[in-house]
Every structure is written in C-alpha cells, then in structure tokens.
C-alpha cells in the first residue's frame, strides 16, 4: 500500500536550518508528484509548491521562495524539504502529499512533522 | 490566485443529520476541486476530486457536487467519526489554493 512516513518533530532556534523527509513505498516514486503543504498552528491549509519527481525541477509558491528547498533522493524514494535562517513564523507542521491520477490531487498524506522555532 | 471562500465556517450537528458545506471560487475553476477531512492532530484525508467523483475507501454518505465557481460537499448521515475540519482545495489555476475550512462538531 501507498506510505508516505515523515521524520520526527523538531525544535530549532531562530536562525538554524531544517531538513524535513518523506519517505515513499509502495508505488513507483517517478510516477507521482510531489507537494509541501503547511499548517501554522491553529490555522488552514497552505500550499507551498511542488516537486517533479522525474526531472528534479521544484516549483515554489509566492511566499516560500528563497529560504525553502524542495529535493529528492530517488534511490531511496525520499522527498526533502529544507528550511534556512529559521523564524519564529516557521513554526507549523508540515506536510508532504503526493499528487494522484485522474485529477486526484493530494491523494495520499504524510502524517506531517512539527518543526517548532524558538529560542 | 483563485480565492476560496467556504460556508459555513463551523456548524453543530447531530449524528444522522444531513450536512452541506459549500465552496465559491473567486473565478471559474470548472471541475478542479477535491474536498479533505482532517481530524485533530492528523493529516488531511482526500475524500472527492474533480468535484464529484469519491476517493477510493471513503464512505458513500460523502457526496460532492458543482462545476464553475459553486460546489457542495454533502455528509448524508453525520456519524461520530465525521466530527473534523473540511477542507476545499481548487487545482485549476496557478497557486493551488485551500478554502478556510470548515469545523464540524458534532452535537
């Protein structure tokens, strides 16, 4: 069956970076988009851009450009996320979700990873 | 970017009790929008995409209908486990973008 696992919770000062994963199974990885969506504590939904897992080429919304680094590692079906000069405001859980077929968008979930900022 | 605006944003109800939740697209976005459940403290779940058509293992007491800039989400009988916050999202104009949400509590 489909899995996507994130790495565990975070705390990090102001400052310091991040690297957030989401480890792929049970499909083939090349096949399916992949997103980063954001949830600021007590708040909605945010997309913050994609991934082409075939080429590599990432695409950032407005808002999460600069500081935050979509990749992969394809021989291990993994997605990162890179967070750089972490603020206060970063603190929310984030979610990796991969896009399906047939318009299917955001079929299946990460279980998210909190990355917490503070001194 | 395309706005989604969702109605209500919270509503009580009871447990077998017909529930509407609607989304209005602040442009036409034909049949791109999926509708997600999310419980507290978890990841949102798909539950309707391209407007109408039901993820694979959700309930058939979850409907979804609309095309253009109207949509409804429908819980045909509310059970306990249906207590969540929905979400609408639009896929049909560059950034994706989520309605606010809607919080279901149940009675």
């Known amino acids: 069956q489909v899995q996507l696992v994130q790495s565990g919770s975070e705390l990090k000062k102001p400052g310091a970076s991040v690297k957030v994963s989401c480890k792929t199974s049970g499909y083939t990885f090349t096949n399916n988009a992949m997103n980063w969506v954001r949830q600021a504590p007590g708040q909605g939904l945010e997309w913050m851009g994609w991934?082409?897992?075939?080429?590599?080429?990432?695409t950032y919304v407005q808002g999460f450009t600069g500081r935050f680094v979509f990749s992969l590692d394809t021989s291990v079906t993994t997605a990162y996320l890179q967070i750089s000069s972490l603020k206060a405001e970063d603190t929310a859980v984030y979610y990796c979700?991969?896009?399906?077929?047939?318009?299917?968008?955001?079929?299946?979930w990460g279980q998210g990873t909190l990355v917490t900022v503070s001194s | 970017a395309t706005q989604m605006t969702q109605s209500p944003s919270s509503l009580s109800a009871s447990v077998g009790d017909r529930v509407t939740i609607t989304c209005r697209a602040s442009q036409g976005i034909r049949n791109d929008l999926g509708w997600y459940q999310q419980r507290p403290g978890k990841a949102p779940k798909l539950l309707i995409y391209?407007?109408?058509s039901l993820q694979s293992g959700v309930p058939s007491r979850f409907s979804g209908s609309g095309f253009g800039t109207d949509f409804t989400l429908t819980i045909s009988s509310l059970q306990p486990e249906d207590f969540a916050t929905y979400y609408c999202?639009?896929?049909?104009?560059?950034?994706?973008?989520f309605g606010q949400g809607t919080k279901v509590d149940i009675k």
């Open positions: 991934i082409n897992t075939n080429t590599g080429n990432p």
């Open positions: 979700a991969r896009d399906g077929k047939a318009g299917a968008i955001f079929d299946y």
């Open positions: 999202l639009q896929d049909n104009n560059y950034p994706r973008t």
């Open positions: 391209a407007a109408s």
